[in-house]
């Protein structure tokens, strides 16, 4: 089955505003109007980890916001926006936020001077945090991160990838096998994990290096035909 580009809108807006907390607005939409297709691949993703993680059992609440639409540009933390609590089976609590800048592993490395030069954050897309973080996290506060990709998956890409993946930190160890995928496992405790996510399956072609830098690259396309 295919949908029309407003029927996705629309379950998206579902699935995210069903783990919304009661407000006196219960009619908004989850996202802006209009919105670039690049950042609907973002809240498509989203709501797909959010409706995996509700249907595995794991708790997912939306808290009131003062802003209704998720965040769809680049900055620290900003709790007039919506996020997603997600709770683990053990009682373990993350932030879902969406468009968040972060502190580099390069920037740590320099001293964390107080003054900012631009290459000393980067944004991403979706990470988890633990709750209360504010501004921009850490590289070693983010639990996991993903990147969204609604473009042909090329070597520019995987580069880009390579390199959140430094800043982010080296993941722990040579790995086997690919890293469990957040729709199978939920987050643990911070391991710095990255997915990318795409709609093109030739991102699937570069996990073997990923099984080693600690990336899972995943696909994840548009439910309707294109």
Not at 193 to 217: C, E, K, M, W
Request: charged share 20%; net charge positive; hydrophobic share 40%.
């Amino acid at each position: 089955m295919t949908l029309s580009l407003d029927e996705v809108i629309a379950r998206i807006d579902s699935i995210l505003n069903g783990y919304r907390f009661a407000t006196t607005n219960l009619a908004s939409n989850a996202l802006p109007s209009p919105v670039r297709r690049g950042k609907l691949y973002e809240a498509w993703t989203l709501s797909t980890l959010i409706d995996a993680f509700g249907r595995r059992g794991l708790g997912v609440k939306r808290p009131s916001s003062s802003i209704m639409d998720l965040k769809t540009f680049g900055g620290p933390i900003d709790r007039r926006y919506p996020h997603f609590d997600v709770t683990s089976s053990r009682g373990q609590t993350w932030e879902l936020w969406t468009d968040i800048y972060f502190l580099t592993l390069s920037h740590a490395l320099r001293g964390n001077p107080c003054q900012y030069i631009r290459s000393d954050f980067h944004e991403l897309d979706i990470v988890a945090v633990r709750p209360g973080t504010a501004g921009m996290p850490r590289h070693d506060e983010i639990a996991f991160a993903v990147s969204c990709k609604d473009t042909r998956f090329k070597k520019v890409v995987l580069r880009e990838t390579l390199g959140f993946r430094f800043e982010l930190g080296f993941h722990p160890g040579i790995v086997s096998r690919p890293l469990p995928h957040p729709l199978l496992s939920p987050p643990k405790v911070s391991a710095g994990r990255l997915y990318a996510y795409s709609t093109y399956r030739a991102g699937l072609d570069f996990q073997r290096p990923g099984n080693v830098l600690g990336i899972r690259f995943a696909h994840l396309g548009w439910p309707w035909s294109v």
